[in-house]
């Protein structure tokens, strides 16, 4: 008997429901994108979850991979956060005398800012290791997932209102959620340890971005905001287990200081004044460096190198003689 041809008008199964794999389909490999692509489809197969499941196992499993690194920036923050006051004196004591442009009080300022510094062992610099380590991960796991949902075999792959991961929330529930969440650990520091005070233009700013970018994430697929708020929903987990003291006692976390009215004032005026305010300071601090830079040059070119005449006119030439001939020559003899 004659068999039914095939269907070629079906899209080709899998990515974990057929026979097509994800090199067949050009994904994968051993770049960061490709690992974490074979990390959630091994996840999918050799499993057996579904793929809203496997991506937030995957991300979990990521996170718990970095979790000794965020323990030790919280370490860091905690230590930072005991010595924030005085550092922010000595750092205003040094930006006021830039802007003074004496030589001698910037070099003292930032001698003690520098002795304090490695005194208590404290570096504001050290407070950007985790996000230095964790925004490249950000950016693998959302090109790896966009590369998934154009991939056939996520339609199956959602839960409750969102069963197809490649399309985007067609009720935006997920944005808002991935929103919030976003806000939330700002809020909170769940990264840094650190929670963001009140005052400050730059801050405010800060805790704008996330409605600030919502309007570009509304369609983004629905398997990067299965990630996303998997993401959020760890440090946010992870924020409130670190507010435990016999926790963080025990993983060597220092407490935080607790905050006091005499604390350093919020400035006054408006948030567009406060982000002006800061802005001049900071374009007048950029002037002082500028100008101690092309005096350091402008020195060290003197010392290095050629000899550049300094003189109108040079004593060891005979000086060039008038071609016009004079009314009174004889007044150069007269004494």
């Known amino acids: 008997p004659l068999q039914d041809p095939p269907n070629l008008g079906e899209p080709p199964q899998n990515l974990g429901g057929g026979t097509l794999r994800l090199e067949e389909l050009g994904l994968g490999g051993f770049t960061p994108v490709g690992l974490l692509q074979n990390l959630l489809e091994s996840l999918h197969l050799d499993l057996g979850l579904p ?9 979990v499993g990521v996170r718990l991979l970095l979790l000794p690194l965020v323990l030790r920036g919280q370490r860091e923050a905690a230590r930072l956060a005991q010595h924030l006051p005085h550092l922010q004196k000595l750092s205003q004591r040094l930006a006021e005398a830039r802007r003074g442009q ?60 969102v069963p197809d991961l490649g399309l985007p929330d067609p009720f935006f529930v997920l944005p808002l959620l991935v929103t919030t969440t ?10 840094t340890g650190v ?58 976390v220092a407490s935080l200081p607790q905050a006091t009215p005499t604390a350093t004032p919020t400035p006054k005026g ?8 800061e802005w001049e300071e900071a374009q007048v601090t950029q002037q002082a460096e500028q100008r101690q830079r092309r005096l350091r040059d402008h020195l060290s070119l003197a010392a290095k190198g050629p000899l550049r005449p300094t003189w109108a006119q040079n004593p060891l030439k005979e000086p060039p003689r008038d071609p016009r001939p004079q009314k009174r020559p004889w007044k150069d003899t007269l004494g």
């Not at 959302?142 to 056939?152: I, N, S, T, V």
């Not at 806000?183 to 769940?190: C, S």
């Not at 929670?195 to 919502?214: D, E, N, V």
């Open 182 to 191: 976003t806000w939330l650990v700002l809020e909170l520091g769940a990264e």
């Open 102 to 161: 004496d030589q001698h009080q910037v070099a003292r300022a930032y001698t003690e800012l520098v002795s304090y510094q490695q005194r208590h062992k404290v570096n504001p610099l050290r407070g950007f290791l985790v996000p230095l380590v964790q925004t490249p991960v950000f950016v693998s796991f959302f090109l790896a997932l966009q590369g998934l949902a154009a991939a056939p075999g996520l339609e199956l792959g959602g839960i409750f209102w």
């Open 51 to 59: 793929w809203w499941g496997a991506i937030a196992a995957g991300t």
């Open 195 to 252: 929670a963001t005070p009140g005052g400050g233009a730059i801050r405010q700013l800060l805790r704008l971005l996330p409605l600030f970018f919502l309007p570009f994430i509304l369609h983004f697929p629905a398997a990067v905001f299965t990630y996303w708020l998997t993401s959020n929903s760890f440090s946010l987990l992870q924020t409130g287990l670190l507010r435990v003291p016999a926790l963080r006692a025990r993983l060597g």
């Open 270 to 277: 408006s948030f567009w004044q406060r982000l002006k305010r």
